[in-house]
């Protein structure tokens, strides 16, 4: 007789009424999710196996959506402040009243001066509308978060390439034999990383990681290169040394796809030292052997050189670019022995990791079998890869040398001819772009008046002085001072340097401060506390400073108690939604996506989604666009209504999606708005995606297929090819002002800053805060590191992720403590130049020895979030933030921002401390802040989480329920 | 006590692949949050936004470092019921609560004869029972019983959610009973192995050891530095004066 099992299961329980697709949010990848609905409540969320970004799987974050989504920190109806700034008196009131509220302080400003609303969204993946929202307000004083995110990345990209890392770009995971990573947050494309790292390695592709922290990515390196923070660029050039010194460079990538061949003037003293020559139609010149003269650079016909001296038709000398370039990398102040003693990587390691990259480039070659035309109309019958792909984020981004050091990271691609050939980083669509994309900040004199929009988008890409945002007397006229003097590239805004600013009426006051998800009093903030002060300082008159903050989020950050008026956000399965390429873009490098949110329930609290409050708002104060000629809604649907039915500009076919566009549906990218979009959008599982033909796949920048694709979809003007930058002439325009060419002049206190950094081939400078304190006083550089499973602040309101990551320690490597007379688990005092903080240590092998970093944002404010006081994130958790100043040291009678002298960037990574052991004492962070009061309406947090008993008491028809109490 | 079944042809189980796990949790939550209304519902959390957050999780990531200085490296080992051939949690049950399925060696535990006594998590020697306090019995690991054989899900989602959601395709998820299966195949050509062998519990989950890192000189052949040309005529920059085409 057989045996049998003690009881009977049901191995086939429905496990849902209803799956409804959407987009996830739980970080900035959005992936595509299913979300599966049981009697009302979510019964569990997966990847979407169809989805272009994630096929399926889904990380930790998104698969805590369900607690997320039901925290009970989140805010359930208008608030008012009543009492004091920060005591969390506030008086719920009905949207009617917080709208007009709103319109009112917002009509003011409006009226007057408009620069005098600064509205900064955070980590906004709608800022397609945000943007465009603050040009038709006529406020410059917008961005989102880039600015102390990754805007050196971006813009590095973009000036070099015309397109760049994460978003813009990817490794050929298929394909490449070599990869080197730099510096990545683990909340960045992280599903397709672990996705192409697991491709790599079945491969045997090599996969070396360079970060001073060897954790998640890192862990599973072939080779891990313990750098120190901020070196990365000299680690990166002296490699272009060695590939130079070897002439291991791809000649024919350079003078075909690049302006290596551009003559580059020399005339010392001039207004044009430095920049290309060009003829009469504007068109760069280059020396033909063919022809022994001076020739467009961009005919598809010469035979350009790249070395010598030549003669320009007017008598002037001038060289190709790629002479000054191999002259100067070439010098020995860029030897492996240089860049060892600065990055600490042995000068032999150095030189390994250039034969290693060369011989992956040229020796394993690959030749795909794929014939494709150029931007010329010739024919290749087969796609030569060079198989060597780099990868870089904030790593190399968050400091004031970060701009350089991706440029230098781009150099080096282009020199191997590992752009977007088989086996290298590829653009993802709709990139690639111009170099950079010809769009220029507006804001200028006589562009911001009352009652108008402005001309133009607050951001974009200065080419040179006469593109700033400065008035008269050369000061900023930004709030946040992004493209003045200080910041002159600051191509997403500087977020970091607002409140501060406003705080101080410098350049001037503002009246309303509007944030959208931004926790801009705790850890999106350099300076925490000072920030905390800065946002309830008074004037003489008992005025607060920044007289009115409007705030709008979903959750009791740390944050909300500051504001003056609240405006709650559903949660992110609540809402329609955008990922937009006119915004941030999901596309690959095989073809261009988007993808939308859709509600997957109806909010049970009397919130509302931010983006149809912004467009509400917009119709209350009449903003053109979002009214008609008669006063009325444009988009009375709201934002639904605007993603199918808002085009830009007006009439061009191009909205927010571009997907089943047409009246039939039947076009992409461009055609009239279709009433059914987001039903078929809905239909597909809320994303859209295109695959290129196989003859645009690469090469994208001079394939002719492709570029034809891009300009049909409206990515791009004109089929022509986008030659890549490895001299960016921008930064010599800027170089030359500050050697007083020009009618744009910087102040005399940045010139020789102007003129070291703004390089127009790449260059490694130490970083500033490294520069400005000494090497005695604050030995270790401190840095912080993402964990995979938990994005900024908001995911310790989450039940599920909180229980892997409740508290940080920081981390250092074993052997450097012991020397400090710091044992496993001491409390230590960390000292910055601008600050202290007490926290825990943990040892460990795998840092580098002059490094100490923590997990990021695990710190919270006692009673923030709505988690008890005595939360190990408030008692054990700690942020470097506390440590890290916005501006500065004084030098000369100036501080000068905490960020890189070319696009603003917060350089939060420069950070150098000392670590002391703490004497005896309670076992509790510090600084410690008075808690937190807890909102009107915001919930009851539960003793005890019972999630999923209601499902299954249900599916069990009663039986199986928690009994007794 | 209870007995064990005779050993079924059939051995499911996972096969856990250390050399691009990257320890995300992505498998821990994902188990989380199915089995939260599965099969075991709920996987209760006490305390759970106060000073002690404590919830039954039957899929952990224990992140470590072994050896030390340049030989160390940091470890990523993701957790939970290797559904023992010879489980000790099963013989230990003084109810019979605790049992290896018949038909796939499934280690379970039927909540309704579970006295909570935790004999079972005594004697697992890897951690990896989880006692539900609030609810009062023992509960773990059930390889997403209510999964692998649902029918009304798609064929390709009837695998346990751990391995499902991984990112890194780091889980695999077969018959590890039938040597020509896929997981079978894996773990004899990557060397998969079992974890603390010597306790002999003979567990079905196995895993696989990372590969053999390309670190050091001769990575594919390329030397261990470049080379110097010889010096090409025209001076430093002579070796650019060949003919390029655009």
Redesign the interface.
């Known amino acids: 007789m057989g045996w049998t099992n003690p009881e009977v299961i049901d191995t086939s329980p429905s496990v849902s009424d209803e799956v409804k697709a959407t987009t996830c949010y739980m970080c900035a990848c959005r992936c595509g999710i299913r979300v599966h609905l049981k009697d009302g409540r979510i019964r569990y969320i997966e990847g979407n196996k169809a989805h272009p970004v994630n096929k399926g799987v889904l990380c930790a974050k998104g698969s805590a959506g369900i607690m997320q989504h039901y925290s009970p920190a989140r805010l359930s109806k208008p608030l008012l402040r009543v009492g004091e700034r920060g005591s969390g008196d506030f008086k719920e009131i009905e949207w009617d009243e917080a709208l007009r509220l709103a319109t009112t302080w917002l009509s003011e400003v409006r009226n007057t001066d408009p620069r005098k609303l600064a509205f900064f969204t955070g980590r906004d993946q709608s800022q397609s509308l945000t943007g465009w929202w603050a040009q038709q307000f006529g406020t410059p004083n917008f961005a989102a978060h880039g600015g102390f995110c990754s805007v050196n990345m971006a813009a590095a990209g973009l000036y070099s390439i015309g397109g760049s890392f994460w978003e813009f770009g990817e490794p050929d995971w298929e394909h490449s034999r070599y990869f080197m990573m730099f510096g990545v947050a683990e909340d960045h494309d992280s599903n397709p990383i672990k996705a192409g790292l697991t491709r790599l390695k079945e491969r045997g592709a090599k996969y070396v990681a360079v970060n001073p922290v060897r954790t998640a990515y890192a862990a599973v390196a072939d080779e891990w290169i313990g750098i120190r923070p901020g070196t990365d660029g000299a680690l990166v050039l002296a490699l272009v040394h060695e590939l130079l010194k070897a002439q291991k460079v791809d000649l024919d990538f350079l003078v075909r796809y690049t302006n290596a061949p551009w003559l580059v003037i020399e005339a010392p003293g001039t207004a044009e030292h430095g920049l290309f020559a060009r003829d009469a139609e504007g068109r760069p010149l280059c020396f033909d052997h063919k022809s022994g003269a001076v020739a467009s650079a961009l005919s598809p016909n010469v035979q350009p050189a790249l070395s010598g001296t030549h003669r320009l038709p007017d008598g002037r000398a001038a060289r190709p670019s790629f002479a000054l370039l191999a002259e100067k990398y070439i010098d020995g102040r860029y030897s492996p022995e240089a860049a060892a003693i600065v990055t600490g990587v042995p000068a032999a390691t150095i030189r390994r990791l250039a034969a290693e990259i060369a011989h992956a480039a040229f020796s394993r070659q690959i030749e795909l079998p794929i014939a494709w035309t150029d931007w010329a109309g010739r024919r290749h019958e087969t796609m030569i890869g060079r198989p060597v792909a780099f990868h870089a984020m904030r790593g190399i981004s968050a400091h004031a040398n970060g701009f350089q050091t991706c440029r230098a990271l781009h150099v080096l691609q282009m020199l191997l001819g590992a752009i977007d050939t088989p086996g290298a980083f590829r653009y993802k669509s709709p990139y690639p772009r111009a170099c950079p994309p010809p769009l220029k900040p507006a804001g200028k004199p006589g562009q911001v008046e009352p009652l108008k929009p402005m001309p133009g988008p607050p951001l974009g890409f200065p080419m040179g002085p006469e593109d700033l945002l400065l008035e008269a007397d050369g000061s900023a006229r930004r709030i946040d001072k992004a493209y003045s003097w200080e910041a002159p590239v600051a191509a997403h805004g500087m977020m970091h340097l607002v409140i501060r600013n406003a705080w101080a009426g410098d350049p001037y006051p503002i009246e309303v401060l509007f944030m959208y998800m931004a926790n801009m009093a705790w850890n999106s903030a350099m300076n925490s506390a000072g920030t905390i002060e800065m946002l309830t300082a008074k004037d003489a008159g008992g005025r607060y400073r920044i007289p009115r903050i409007i705030y709008a989020d979903a959750f009791l950050s740390e944050t909300v108690p500051y504001a003056d008026l609240i405006l709650p956000d559903t949660t992110y399965l609540e809402r329609w939604d955008c990922v937009s390429m006119l915004d941030r873009p999901i596309g690959s490098a095989h073809g261009p996506a988007d993808a939308i949110r859709q509600p997957v329930l109806q909010p049970d609290r009397d919130v509302r989604p931010f983006q149809d409050v912004l467009l509400d708002l917009g119709v209350r104060l009449g903003l053109p666009g979002m009214v008609k000629e008669d006063g009325n809604p444009r988009f009375p649907g709201g934002y639904a209504d605007y993603l199918v039915n808002h085009e830009r500009p007006p009439g061009s076919g191009i909205g927010p999606l571009a997907g089943w566009r047409g009246a039939d549906g039947a076009k992409a990218g461009k055609g009239e708005p279709n009433p059914d979009q987001l039903a078929r959008y809905v239909e597909n599982g809320c994303f859209w995606k295109q695959e290129l033909p196989e003859t645009a796949l690469y090469y994208k920048h001079a394939n002719k297929a492709y570029l034809e694709h891009a300009v049909a979809m409206g990515f791009i003007g004109k089929a022509e090819q986008i030659v890549l930058q490895l001299y960016v002439e921008p930064m010599q325009k800027f170089r030359l002002a500050a050697d007083g060419h020009g009618k744009v002049q910087p102040p005399d206190h940045l010139r020789a800053r102007i003129r070291e950094h703004f390089d127009p081939l790449p260059i490694w400078y130490p970083p500033f805060e490294h520069q400005a304190v000494s090497d005695a006083a604050f030995p270790l550089s401190a840095v912080t590191q993402r964990p995979a499973a938990m994005y900024h602040s908001w995911g310790s309101q989450n039940a599920w992720l909180r229980q892997i990551h409740g508290e940080n320690r920081l981390f250092m490597n074993r052997a450097t403590a012991a020397a400090l007379g710091i044992a496993d688990d001491d409390w230590v005092y960390v000292t910055s130049h601008h600050g202290r903080i007490k926290c825990q240590v943990k040892l460990m092998e795998g840092v580098n020895d002059r490094t100490v970093w923590t997990w990021n944002a695990i710190g919270k404010r006692a009673g923030a979030w709505n988690l008890d006081p005595r939360a190990p994130e408030a008692r054990r958790g700690f942020l470097l933030n506390h440590l890290i100043a916005e501006l500065l040291p004084e030098q000369g009678g100036h501080r000068l921002p905490n960020a890189d002298p070319i696009t603003g960037q917060a350089a939060w990574y420069d950070l150098r401390v000392r670590v002391e052991k703490a004497p005896a004492g309670a076992a509790v962070s510090e600084p410690a802040f008075k808690p937190l009061p807890v909102l009107p309406g915001v919930g009851r947090r539960p003793g005890i989480l019972r999630y999923g008993e209601e499902i299954r008491a249900a599916r069990l028809g009663g039986r199986g329920g928690r009994s007794g109490p | 006590m209870t007995s064990l ?2 050993p079924s042809a059939r051995k499911l189980g996972l096969v856990i692949d250390l ?8 498998c ?3 188990c ?8 075991s ?11 002690n ?3 039954v ?1 039957f899929n952990r990531v224990h992140s470590f ?1 072994a ?3 340049a030989a ?5 080992f993701p957790k939970s019921c290797l559904h023992c051939e010879e489980p000790a949690c099963v013989t230990v049950c003084p109810t ?2 605790s ?1 290896k ?3 796939d060696g499934i280690v ?1 535990v ?4 579970c006295i909570g006594c935790k004999l079972c998590s005594w004697a697992c020697p890897y951690g990896a029972r989880e006692f539900d306090h ?2 009062g019995v023992m509960k773990k690991c059930t390889l997403c ?2 999964r ?6 798609e064929e ?2 009837r695998v346990p ?1 751990c391995v ?7 889980r695999h998820f077969g018959d590890l009973g039938d040597p020509g299966s896929a997981v079978s195949r894996l773990v004899a050509e990557r060397g998969g192995y079992d974890l603390m062998p010597e306790m002999c519990y003979k567990p079905v989950n196995k895993y696989l050891p ?2 053999q ?3 050091g ?1 001769g ?11 010889e010096p090409a005529p ?1 001076g ?11």
């Open positions: 079944p005779p050399d691009v796990c990257v320890g995300c949790h992505a821990a939550v994902n989380k949050e199915w089995n939260a209304a599965g099969h519902a709920p996987l209760t959390d006490l305390d759970p936004y106060g000073a957050a404590n919830g999780w470092e050896g030390e200085g160390s490296r940091t470890v990523h019979g609560a049992y399925r018949v038909e379970l039927n909540p309704d004869t609030d609810a019983i209510d692998i054989y649902n029918e009304n899900l390709a989602d959610a499902s959601t991984c990112p890194a395709s780091a990372p590969r890192r390309q670190c000189a990575h594919d052949g390329a030397p261990s530095s470049l080379a110097a040309p025209g430093l920059l002579g070796w650019l004066d060949r003919v390029l085409s655009r």
